[in-house]
Every structure is written in C-alpha cells, then in structure tokens.
C-alpha cells in the first residue's frame, strides 16, 4: 500500500462534552419512583406519590448541581436537603429545630403504631406519609450513591429491591402486574442510562431501549409465574383469585391486633355426603410466641392418604364425603373429622402429619376432587369429663413459655370451680360467648397502648373476631394445663342444592383441646351470631339448651382470612413447607416450577444484552456507509475500528487513516484481496473527511463488506469477547472519562 511523504492530519474529532452525570442521576430518581409504584398495595391514595417524588426531586437536583464534588460530599449535602425537605413537609418550618424534631417523633410513633394494627392498604395519616417521604428520599440517596457516584448502576438495583419487597412482604393482595413491570422498566433503565449515551447521534440508545423493554416484560412474566408473593403467590394478572384462574389459598393468621377487611364471597368447595355440619380443617396452629402470634410447625414425615390416617380414631359418625374444589389452591388438603384415607388426588404429592392432623404437599395445587373417609368423633359430656389418662401428645401444646402471668390469672379466674379438663374448656367457651360475657365479635379491634396484645384483648379491647378468640382461648387452656392449638379452615357452609357450599365468607379460626381416649376435640369461642358456627353436641349437653352463641341476632359480618383478605399486619404467615423432610412413604414430587425456566431465560437476557447492542451498532454503521452521502465515512471507518477491537486489536482514535489501515493489515494478516479492499475504504473516508466529498451510494458496501469479514475471520473469540464485546466497553469508558 503506498504512502505519502507527508503525514496527513488526522480526522476532525467531534468535542467530548464534559463529564455531566445528570442522566445517570435522573434515571436513578425515575427508577426509584418506578420501582416505588408497588407501594400503591399498602397505602391508600395518591398523597404518597406527590410526597415521595419532592424528596427524589431534591436528592436528584443536588446531585447534578454537586456532581463535580467528591461522592461524600454529595450523599451528605443531599441528605441534608433531604432534611430541609421533610421538615418543611412535615415539621414546623423550612429549617429543622427542637420542635421539628419532636414532630417526627410523633410521627414515627403513629406510623409505627399503624404497622403494627393497621392492615395493607393503610389510611394515609401524617405519620405514614412522613415514613414514606423520609424513605423515599433516603434510597434516592443509596441509588445515587451506588450507580452515579460509584458508577456501579448494576449494584443500584439492590436498595430498588428493597422498594418491591416492602409491598410484597405486607400486603396479603397480590401486587398488581404494572407495578412489576414498571419496577422491572425502572432497573432497565438504570442500567442503560449511562452518561454520554444518550448524545446526540449515540448508537448506545437503541439496544438501551431493548434493554428496557426487555427487563419490563421479563420482569412482568416472572410476576406472573414466579411464586413470590402470599400464600398462593403469584401477582394478580386478573379477577379475583390469586392465579389466572381465580384460585385462593389460606392465609393462616391468628394476630391479636388488626382488623379485617372482607371482599365479596368467592365459592372454594361443594361437599356432598356430610352427616352433619361440621368444621372443614385445613391446617392447624401449635406454636405461639407472644410478640408475634401463631404459626405452624413444620409438618413432621407424613404417611400416604390411602391411610389408615388416624389408626386410634375415636368413635363416632361414620364419615364418607365427597368434596368438590370449585377455587382453592394452598399446600394444605382440607379433612373433616379424624380422617382415616382420602382417593382421588394425585396421592404421591400429598402426605398426612397425624400429629398436626394436617394433610401437606411440597408446594401449592388445586386437586379438582376428591373422597374421604373417617369418623365424626360424637363424645358426650360425661364421657370428655371422665376422660383420663397419659397425655400422649406433643409437649409444644402446652408450651406457654413467655405468656403474661395476667393471662393465666384471667384464665384460672374464668375456670373457677371447673372440675375437669373439660369444664374447663366450656367456662372458656362461656367466658367468650355466653349470656353474661362482655366480648362482641367485631371486624375492628380497639387500638392498644400496652406491651402484650393478648393482654389487651382480654382486659381492655374485648372485641375481635373468629382468630383472635380462638387465639386467646388455646393459650388460656395451656395455662390450665390442657393441650390445645388452633385449627383453621371453614365452618359448615350453606345447604344447596344436594350439596354443601363452603366459600371464602366461611373461613375460620377455632379451638382443638386433647383429651385422652378421645384426641382432638373441637370447640369454637367465637361469639358470632350468624348461624354460621357450629356448637358441639357435648358443648351444648353441657352448658344446657341450644348453646352459646346461638340465640342473638345475625351480624352482617365476614371473618374471611383467605388471600383475598389482607391479614393483620402482625401475624406471621405460616411458612410453606418448601424443607419439609421428604415423607419416607411419599414420593418426591417431580413438578417443574415454571419460574426456573423464566429465571433462565431472564439471566440469558441480561447475559446477551452488550451483544445486542453491540449488532445493533454494526448494523447501523453498516448501513450508514452503505447509503452514502454525508456521515458514510465516518460510519465506515468507527465500524472498521470497532471490529479490530473486538477481534484483537488495539486502534488509537488519534491515528490518520493510512496509520490504521496499516495496523489493520499488521494484526489481522489481510491477504491482497482484502488490502486492495481496504485502499478502496480509506481512499473514499480520506475524500470525504478532507475534500468533502462523500462516498456515493453503494461505493462503500463491497469494500467494507470485505474487510470486515476478513477481519472477523483473523483470529477466534472467546465467549466471553463474544458476550462482552471489547468495543463496546471501549466505548462506555470514553464515554465517562472526562477531558482535561
């Protein structure tokens, strides 16, 4: 290739900007905000949102104003400001003072009081708004931090975790699908919206937006399948169940404080063969810790459902039911009664804990029917009098460790003069239900200012319903020595047409005290006067008449705790029993999570997007220079260099062309051929860059061809080269190294 004598000055460079970090700190307050919106589950109204981005706003603004300031520096003056900020929102006066500062401090105390006995969605007071604000501004801060300061965008996505778990881990509902994928979106274009990218002619913005619009909709299919969030856990996608097609699983909570919401009455099952009403029990409750409320044991290796499930059964109604699923879906498979088999499920998937009386899968189904059979146990009061014995149950249900002494001296003061075990379990029934008790059943429960919820129920609010009275009664009897838990799962139902209908009004909470000879032996403190409860026979033969709880007039109220139902904030959901160990009898289940393939295909996403946007500037530049006119040159050679790069070599942008051209030759071994090829690009780049003559259409197409395939076929590549283009990350760093 010839050569001039004299060098020939190299190309015009454009003029790099200076460093501005103004679009990587704006996309950091959009992705906060974005991934913010999950937080429409838990608080009511829009009051939030306004708040929320005048503190975003001002941690924003102060980072571009102090962007040429150390990171420190920056992260202090905006929490200062943030400050300024929430005090004039919240306190009394732009600047913060001793007042100030004892307004937030009775605002933390009513959001806290909130948390823990409010219900997501909570009403939005000043207390809460005031959190939000605070917390809001405080993660703008963190986001900038770690994506513009420390320029790792990557790592921003941490604290715009924190953001979607809030939302998820209090609220019963499911979080609604456009708050996932504007999350996701938010991530996205954290991760894209890097300084210099978004210059005027920058290729880097094209495979940007299809790194967005690709984290948006794999964002919103993971929602969709993954199982994240509630019982069911899956986000709501439509209707009114928690899956597709309107499913509902069991929320197991038996807090003391909170209210309940309650949503129209969804239809779980249509029971047929029943002897008698009774109580459907899907799972039940042995471990009571006083600040937090009940929960399940994990379900011990069970036995197979073709039984015999309760071998030692005591007498009773033989039982053969019939129960059609119409909508709920959970890990637990509500029985009646003692249970002795159930045909009709997939039997490998299922297991039954025959001390906990709870029949279990790996994970959440929707069996479509199944049969059971067993007994209705039928004692009669004088027979659960007598009852005597070794106490052959687990020592947790009579564990009373950490209960308030108040509550054993309420119980023993309710008890006075019960004789035996039982007595003692029907005065408790009548403490809360009789003629002469002063609780009510309520959907609210009175505000406490004390340290112990269950203290205060029974001495001061006095009014709850279904969880709470079965709460308070199972922990009274432990401290009167008698083995109790709580069972929850639904009352009888409503007679249809041959059939019983049980739906998500019918779920409830009640008692099991154990009595020897007899087991598990049901009764229900609820004072509901619906008609919806069902009184034992030997409750009734004992207290005289029709029983307690019968004779007043119905309430129009719903105890729903189902998925549809917001729990009360404080109760811990029952862990799904994901480490159950495997039930010698039982099979593994085989089922594929659904999510584990999206996982994958999201990682494979997020692997190929540098390759992504690496071809979408190939084929740009190509294109450019293949249409020729002003602009093809310049395509044609930023093409040719890139290709090096990626391929190994080493250009220096302020090369002449015929110095690259030569390095091209030197480090890809181009054969004549291809030289001749490359005379052609330089001589076209040469004439528009100092004749101003540009290329005519095509001219550039062949050669260029040429040589880029030549070039790509010099040496092999790694996957990693492949994956993460050197080109590329050449780019990005020009892009944010500032020039002196």
Not at 23 to 34: H, K, N, R, T, W
Not at 431 to 450: C, I, V
Request: aromatic share 6%; hydrophobic share 45%.
């Amino acid at each position: 290739m010839s050569t001039s004598t004299l060098q020939r000055p190299a190309p015009p460079q454009p003029a790099r900007a200076p460093r501005i970090r103004w679009v990587s700190a704006l996309a950091g307050g959009v992705a906060v905000l974005l991934a913010g919106s999950c937080m429409v589950a838990v608080v009511q109204g829009g009051q939030w949102i306004a708040d929320a981005a005048i503190a975003v706003a001002v941690v924003v603004s102060l980072g571009i104003a102090l962007q040429r300031l150390p990171g420190a520096v920056v992260a202090f003056a905006q929490l200062a400001g943030l400050l300024v900020a929430v005090s004039a929102l919240f306190g009394e006066g732009l600047l913060p003072g001793p007042g100030t500062f004892a307004a937030f401090g009775d605002h933390l105390r009513e959001a806290g009081g909130q948390i823990d006995s409010g219900i997501a969605p909570v009403v939005p007071t000043p207390g809460m708004l005031f959190l939000i604000t605070a917390a809001f501004g405080v993660l703008a801060v963190a986001v900038h931090a770690i994506s513009v300061s420390a320029d790792a965008p990557a790592a921003g996505g941490v604290p715009l975790l924190c953001v979607v778990a809030v939302p998820a881990a209090l609220s019963a509902e499911l979080l609604p699908w456009w708050t996932v994928a504007l999350a996701a979106a938010g991530y996205g274009l954290l991760l894209v919206a890097r300084d210099g990218a978004f210059r005027r002619g920058s290729a880097l913005v094209t495979g940007g937006v299809v790194v967005v619009a690709v984290a948006a909709v794999l964002g919103l299919a993971l929602g969709g399948a993954a199982t994240l969030v509630g019982t069911e856990g899956r986000f709501a996608t439509g209707g009114s169940g928690g899956s597709g097609g309107g499913a509902i699983g069991l929320n197991p909570f038996t807090s003391l404080r909170g209210q309940l919401t309650q949503n129209d009455p969804v239809e779980l099952f249509r029971t047929t063969g029943l002897p008698r009403p009774t109580y459907l029990r899907a799972l039940t409750l042995s471990t009571y810790d006083p600040a937090r409320g009940w929960s399940a044991a994990t379900p011990r290796p069970g036995v197979p459902l073709a039984g015999p499930l309760t071998p030692d059964a005591p007498a009773g109604d033989p039982l053969q039911v019939t129960v059609e699923n119409v909508g709920f879906r959970d890990y637990w498979l509500p029985v009646y009664g003692q249970p002795d088999s159930v045909s009709g499920v997939e039997a490998e998937r299922w297991a039954y804990d025959q001390s906990s009386g709870i029949a279990y899968s790996q994970r959440p189904r929707e069996e479509s029917t199944w049969q059971q059979t067993g007994v209705l146990p039928t004692p009669t009061a004088d027979q659960l009098r007598r009852a005597s014995g070794a106490v052959r149950v687990d020592p947790v249900y009579r564990d009373t460790t950490g209960v308030d002494p108040r509550v054993a001296q309420i119980a023993a003061d309710a008890t006075r003069g019960a004789g035996t075990d039982f007595d003692k379990a029907v005065a408790l029934v009548e403490y809360f239900t009789g003629p002469q008790s002063t609780f009510r059943y309520s959907l609210e429960t009175a505000p406490g200012s004390g340290d112990d919820a269950l203290v205060e129920f029974l001495t001061v609010g006095r009014a709850g319903y279904c969880e709470q009275y079965a709460s308070a009664m199972a922990i009274m009897l432990r401290t009167q020595g008698v083995p109790a838990r709580v069972a929850v799962g639904f009352t009888a139902g409503t007679e249809g047409a041959g059939y019983r209908s049980v739906s998500t009004r019918d779920a409830h909470a009640w008692v099991e005290a154990w009595f020897p000879g007899y087991g598990w032996t049901t009764f229900d403190p609820t004072p509901l006067t619906d008609g919806r409860t069902v009184v034992p026979p030997y409750v009734q033969e004992a207290v005289g008449g029709e029983g307690p709880g019968q004779a007043a007039p119905p309430v129009p109220a719903d105890e729903v705790p189902s998925q549809e139902v917001p729990p009360a904030p404080e109760a811990p959901q029952v862990e799904a029993p994901q480490d159950v160990p495997q039930p010698t009898p039982v099979a593994e289940d085989g089922g594929f999570p659904v999510a584990v393939p999206l996982l994958v295909v999201l990682v494979a996403g997020l692997l190929a997007a540098p390759f992504v946007v690496r071809r979408t500037l190939r084929g740009r530049r190509v294109g450019a220079a293949a249409a020729g006119g002003p602009g093809a040159g310049r395509a044609a050679w930023d093409e040719l260099l890139a290709t090096s790069q990626d391929h190994g070599g080493a250009p220096e942008p302020g090369d002449t062309v015929r110095s690259g051209a030569r390095d091209l030759v030197r480090r890809h071994d181009l054969d004549e051929r291809t030289q001749d090829s490359l005379r052609e690009v330089v001589l076209l780049v040469e004439a528009e860059w100092y004749g101003e003559e540009p290329p005519a259409r095509g001219a550039l197409a062949r050669p260029l061809d040429d040589v880029l395939g030549a070039v790509a076929r010099s040496g092999r590549r790694s996957w990693t080269a492949r994956l993460l283009p050197r080109s590329l990350v050449a780019a990005l760093r020009r892009s944010r190294t500032p020039v002196a």
